[in-house]
């Protein structure tokens, strides 16, 4: 992954401008669906501050395409179970894995 898009990846993570929430890159506030309030995954953030990374096709909108997010499917997925807090990952915030990212990628 570029480590200048990295670096812009966790400085948004750790902003508090994102609200996060799980199951997509973004999604609208379930209990008002014609709200302007968007919840992302931590994934989605790396779509919003980068319009140019695309969805992985096929995936749902929960997961990004490799080539241009320069992120493996295997990565994503161990992210997005960090977010979501699922398969025996314990969730985190977006502040825990902005540091995981900083460490690991």
Same mark, same amino acid.
């Given at each position: 992954m570029n480590k200048r898009l990295r670096d812009? /990846? $966790?400085a948004a993570l750790r902003s508090g401008k994102y609200k996060q929430g799980n199951g997509a890159l973004k999604s609208n506030d379930p209990d008002d669906?014609?709200?302007a309030q968007y919840y992302f995954c931590c994934l989605g953030v790396l779509r919003e501050i980068d319009p140019k990374i695309k969805p992985r096709p096929g995936a749902r909108n929960?997961?990004?395409d490799e080539k241009s997010s320069g992120i493996s499917k295997e990565t994503q997925l161990f992210l997005a179970q960090m977010?979501?807090?699922s398969d025996g990952q314990k969730e985190r915030g977006f502040r825990g $894995?902005?540091? /995981?990212i900083e460490r690991n990628l």
């Amino acid at each position: 992954m570029n480590k200048r898009l990295r670096d812009r /990846w $966790i400085a948004a993570l750790r902003s508090g401008k994102y609200k996060q929430g799980n199951g997509a890159l973004k999604s609208n506030d379930p209990d008002d669906p014609e709200s302007a309030q968007y919840y992302f995954c931590c994934l989605g953030v790396l779509r919003e501050i980068d319009p140019k990374i695309k969805p992985r096709p096929g995936a749902r909108n929960s997961y990004l395409d490799e080539k241009s997010s320069g992120i493996s499917k295997e990565t994503q997925l161990f992210l997005a179970q960090m977010n979501d807090g699922s398969d025996g990952q314990k969730e985190r915030g977006f502040r825990g $894995i902005a540091q /995981w990212i900083e460490r690991n990628l």
